[in-house]
């Protein structure tokens, strides 16, 4: 729990080294789309921090298409997975255990900063927006990306559920105080003089049943449901599972989900 006189933290992945690959993988030839679409964007050779690198889910296959990629992560363990999987003749990457708000980095050193997923475990993401500006040289691009499903859709509307459970317990479900979301680190973005264009690529479908939706919670998958502590957390999923019968119908009900992957690429005119 995250008392108002706390300070926020930013949410390290050590516990989610060995599984995160498995758990928020593209499927086949997706994750290839998404990195050539990636690497036109970057420009051939550039010079790329990767901002939470974790696993090298994005940064891998960027480096084996001739990108120089240097990572950041807070997650040793993360870091430790990608050279563990870098795939024979990939280069290894230079790797730094650092906070984005604070990167150990000199200024104007980078043609682009790749960063996917991780905003919205940072808590002090101003700062790393403002670290991410400086360490770009004046012409240099911010490449963000995300998974895209309809907001109406019984896996989003799950999760969204759960942290408004967890939350009217007091509990935080991400960094506590500032938590943001895409929306909010794009417009900090345009207020910062950026100008943005974006496009999707790979489109895919998943089929899956209300429980092994309610099963990813369960399994504490996702970094919402980490701060909860153990004797909170049955009550929770109970309340979880009573609202989404309520919902639904059968827990055993299944439903196909429309996904989408949306690269956004920031620059400074």
């Given at each position: 729990m995250i008392g108002p006189m706390e300070t926020p933290k930013s949410i390290?992945?050590?516990?989610?080294?060995?599984?995160?690959?498995?758990?928020?993988?593209?499927?086949?030839?997706?994750g290839d789309l998404v990195a050539d679409s990636a690497a036109t964007a970057l420009g051939?050779?550039?010079r790329v921090l990767d901002v939470g690198i974790g696993t090298?889910?994005?940064?891998?296959?960027?480096?084996?298409?001739?990108?120089a990629v240097t990572g950041v992560d807070l997650s040793p363990?993360?870091?430790?997975r990608l050279l563990e999987t870098l795939p024979p003749g990939v280069p290894r990457p230079p790797l730094v255990e650092a906070d984005a708000a604070w990167l150990p980095l000199a200024s104007g050193t980078f043609e682009a900063v790749l960063s996917v997923h991780v905003f919205h475990?940072?808590?002090?993401?101003?700062?790393?927006?403002e670290e991410i500006r400086r360490a770009l040289k004046p012409?240099?691009?911010?490449?963000?990306?995300?998974?895209?499903?309809?907001?109406?859709?019984?896996?989003?509307?799950?999760l969204d559920k759960w942290r408004n459970l967890v939350q009217a317990r007091g509990l935080a479900t991400h960094a506590g105080p500032g938590t943001r979301d895409f929306d909010d680190v794009k417009a900090a973005l345009l207020a910062m003089g950026a100008v943005l264009d974006e496009w999707p690529v790979g489109e895919w479908e998943t089929t899956r049943t209300l429980a092994r939706h309610i099963e990813t919670i369960e399994h504490r998958t996702w970094s919402s449901t980490w701060n909860v502590p153990d004797?909170?957390?049955?009550?929770?999923?109970?309340?979880?599972?009573a609202w989404t019968v309520n919902e639904y119908g059968s827990l055993e009900r299944e439903f196909t989900t429309p996904h989408k992957f949306i690269w956004q690429r920031f620059h400074w005119p």
């Open positions: 390290p992945f050590d516990r989610a080294a060995g599984t995160y690959d498995e758990t928020r993988g593209f499927p086949p030839g997706v051939p050779g550039a090298g889910r994005i940064a891998k296959p960027l480096i084996a298409r001739g990108l363990k993360m870091m430790h475990l940072i808590a002090h993401w101003q700062a790393a927006l012409d240099g691009i911010f490449l963000t990306g995300y998974e895209w499903k309809p907001p109406d859709s019984p896996g989003t509307r799950l004797d909170f957390f049955p009550q929770c999923l109970a309340e979880l599972r």
